[in-house]
């Protein structure tokens, strides 16, 4: 097993801090990775940090990492609620996955409250801001030295 968690954020991700920054805030993806890498050293992690707006793009990433990784935080933005695809690669993992969303989806509109990445889940970060990013990596590690 690999000391590496891949972060994979989804389609318009790279927008974070100019998009909407009343619902999603102020930091960019750019601080989210450096908070993510500065934790995971201090864990004796490393950290593989991806964003993409192609469906597929987040696929290839996670069938590279499906088996060897510490684990995968996944935000995977409106593909949440839209991807079979997603789900079907996340299926395939022997790893634990964590679903990270930055807003609290359930107070949002109605569509974005089924997710189909939550099948594939091992727990599930919503409504903690950037910090669910921490939260998930430190989770990470916690169930790596549960093993």
Do not use: K
Request: glycine share 6%.
């Amino acid at each position: 097993m690999s000391d590496t968690i891949l972060i994979l954020n989804g389609p318009n991700l790279n927008l974070l801090g100019l998009r909407e920054p009343h619902i999603y805030g102020h930091e960019t993806l750019a601080d989210v990775e450096a908070r993510c890498r500065s934790l995971a050293t201090s864990l004796g992690l490393e950290i593989a940090f991806h964003q993409s707006n192609a469906e597929h793009q987040l696929i290839d990433w996670i069938h590279a990492y499906r088996i060897d990784a510490a684990g995968i935080v996944i935000n995977p933005g409106a593909f949440t609620h839209t991807s079979i695809a997603i789900l079907d690669a996340l299926n395939a993992c022997e790893v634990p996955i964590v679903e990270c969303h930055i807003s609290n989806v359930h107070r949002r509109e109605d569509f974005r409250h089924h997710s189909y990445v939550s099948l594939a889940a091992t727990a599930v970060m919503a409504g903690f801001g950037i910090h669910g990013y921490e939260l998930a990596v430190r989770h990470i590690a916690y169930l790596r030295g549960a093993r």
